[in-house]
């Protein structure tokens, strides 16, 4: 009988709940599989909440699910013009695309379920 107890216990123990954050501030390293030479973070530590420094601008907006599940809301940003303002557009279409967000291997990895996708690593410290 104890061991039904146990593998009861494990099975609910492992049922816990996903995270609804990743912590950390996250820069950009590929973007659908090519190295993105701009610079550009994302931050999930805010539950519902995206931000982060695109190539040219600050940005923000809102996010739904439950972790790894990834779905955004319009992502608003400043308006200012520098030289990476094409990569930033790229930028904002392909983190719209995403749906999902996981950690791995100390980097953070979104998909969008079709191939595509976009590999972070931790920020340096500012």
């Given at each position: 009988?104890?061991?039904?107890?146990?593998?009861?216990?494990?099975?609910?123990?492992?049922?816990?709940?996903q995270p609804e954050t990743i912590p950390g501030l996250?820069?950009?390293?590929?973007?659908?599989?090519?190295?993105?030479?701009?610079?550009?973070?994302?931050?999930?530590?805010?539950?519902g909440r995206i931000s982060g420094k695109a190539p040219?601008?600050?940005?923000?907006?809102?996010?739904?699910?439950?972790?790894p599940a990834l779905d955004l809301g319009p992502i608003?940003?400043?308006?200012?013009?520098?030289?990476?303002?094409?990569?930033?557009?790229?930028?904002?279409?392909?983190?719209?695309?995403?749906?999902?967000?996981?950690?791995?291997?100390?980097?953070?990895?979104?998909?969008?379920?079709?191939?595509?996708?976009?590999?972070?690593?931790?920020?340096?410290?500012?």
């Amino acid at each position: 009988m104890r061991y039904l107890v146990l593998v009861a216990g494990l099975a609910v123990a492992g049922c816990g709940a996903q995270p609804e954050t990743i912590p950390g501030l996250w820069q950009i390293e590929t973007l659908d599989g090519e190295a993105f030479a701009a610079r550009a973070t994302v931050d999930l530590s805010e539950p519902g909440r995206i931000s982060g420094k695109a190539p040219c601008n600050g940005y923000f907006g809102s996010r739904e699910g439950t972790l790894p599940a990834l779905d955004l809301g319009p992502i608003a940003s400043t308006q200012m013009a520098c030289p990476d303002l094409s990569d930033e557009g790229r930028f904002f279409e392909r983190l719209e695309a995403m749906t999902s967000a996981v950690e791995e291997g100390g980097k953070l990895v979104l998909s969008d379920g079709a191939g595509g996708g976009m590999v972070f690593v931790p920020a340096p410290a500012e």
